[in-house]
């Protein structure tokens, strides 16, 4: 009996040996850290690969993890594919290449302007691929914004990704991360925006200039940050922080009296898809709730007033739409869905129309109707 016991307790320490071993670890030590990734256009039509890593700075004795420093180091190569410049990578870089952990991939323009999928194939076909990874577009080569040089210590990849969810948040950009990217880029019907981002001239400060707009993967236009806003509202995407400053008067003498500022608290958007023998046309019926963040003008205890300025709000509102769906039609940018829509709900017809073609053409009216629901302390 107790040959038995002590077998057993030999077995139980046996497995839990094996169990604790670990066949497939990866140390930090071992890895150079990528924490951010762009990519551009070579001269020889081959790939342009730049990352940024943090520093390692000397660590405490004892075995200790070594510490990160605020600093980023900067390294480009050049290949005929991505996983080319993967392994030129690993011939600079003392330890090994790992992306996995990622924040954000930048594309130049001229590399998005030709198309992105073949080069985020790599990502996609790689298990340790860095699937949550941002994207975004950068307003000329995307090595210049790994390169960006800010007045305080800090890591490239907290400056971009600390940057584009403050902007997300704020209702200023949409931000799509390399996983849900992928689907939209091949579905037909449906078309991927991504954050433009630029640098200024001093090369000290990240801006977000808006979205970039693409048809198939292939980038195709801009937004600005006010038709931005309004591309979040019409695809029903606002944040809790969306706000608009809107020019609703031009007869004040105090030019500040002129603009009002809103804070979107509600978004009620339908789309009514009507096809009247094969001719196509979009209608989008738009309701929000608003707060008067700002409005020099004042007087809004008086009921007209508030009724004539949701007027003027829903005019303006009005006239941005129609210079952003014009913008989106003219880069045949469908990131509506209206495709999505019509292959839906009116199949036979999408069968018969070329929608890269037609898109662009079919009339698309967006109407609004603003409820004031709040206009600060004051009147």
């Known amino acids: 009996m107790i040959r038995r016991l002590h077998i057993s307790w030999i077995a139980i320490l046996i497995i839990m040996i094996l169990l604790t071993a670990c066949w497939d670890q990866r140390l930090l030590r071992?890895?150079?850290?990528?924490?951010?990734?762009?990519?551009?256009?070579?001269d020889n039509n081959g790939i342009v690969k730049t990352i940024t890593f943090p520093n390692k700075a000397s660590g405490g004795g004892g075995g200790q993890q070594n510490e990160l420093d605020k600093n980023s180091e900067v390294i480009t190569v050049t290949g005929d594919t991505v996983k080319d410049t993967d392994k030129h990578m690993d011939q600079k870089i003392p330890e090994k290449f790992d992306r996995s952990k990622a924040r954000v991939i930048f594309f130049g323009e001229e590399l998005a302007t030709e198309g992105i999928f073949s080069?985020?194939?790599?990502?996609?076909?790689?298990?340790?691929?860095?699937?949550?990874?941002?994207?975004?577009?950068f307003a000329g080569k995307a090595k210049d914004a790994l390169s960006i040089q800010p007045e305080h210590p800090m890591l490239t990849s907290d400056i971009y990704a600390n940057l584009l969810e403050s902007a997300e948040q704020a209702g200023i950009t949409k931000n799509e991360n390399v996983q849900i990217a992928c689907p939209i880029i091949l579905v037909e019907g449906k078309d991927v925006v991504f954050p433009y981002v630029s640098v200024n001239q001093e090369e000290t400060e990240a801006i977000v200039e808006g979205v970039a707009l693409f048809?198939?993967?292939?980038m195709t236009?801009?937004?600005?940050?006010?038709?931005t806003s309004m591309f979040l509202i019409l695809s029903d995407q606002i944040s809790k922080y969306t706000a608009l400053n809107l020019k609703v008067r031009d007869d004040q003498d105090d030019y500040?009296?002129?603009?009002v500022n809103i804070a979107i608290r509600k978004n009620n958007r339908k789309i009514n898809l009507n096809v009247n023998k094969d001719e196509i046309r979009a209608d989008l019926q738009i309701t929000l709730q608003v707060e008067i963040d700002e409005y020099a003008s004042d007087h809004l205890s008086d009921e007209d007033r508030v009724k004539k300025l949701s007027n003027d709000i829903e005019s303006e509102l009005k006239k941005l739409a129609?210079?952003?769906?014009?913008?989106?039609?003219e880069a045949n940018n469908d990131s509506l869905g209206l495709g999505e829509k019509l292959k839906a709900y009116h199949h036979a017809t999408w069968e018969k129309v070329d929608w890269a073609k037609e898109y662009?053409?079919?009339?698309i009216e967006a109407d609004f109707n603003v409820e004031i629901i709040r206009h600060g302390i004051t009147n």
């Open 360 to 363: 662009p053409e079919i009339p």
């Open 322 to 329: 129609e210079e952003t769906l014009a913008k989106m039609q």
């Open 119 to 137: 080069t985020l194939d790599s990502v996609y076909r790689d298990l340790r691929g860095p699937l949550n990874a941002k994207v975004a577009i």
């Open 256 to 259: 500040n009296k002129n603009f």
């Open 30 to 42: 071992d890895h150079s850290l990528i924490l951010t990734i762009g990519y551009d256009k070579a």
């Open 215 to 218: 048809h198939d993967d292939q």
């Open 221 to 227: 236009g801009t937004l600005n940050i006010k038709e």
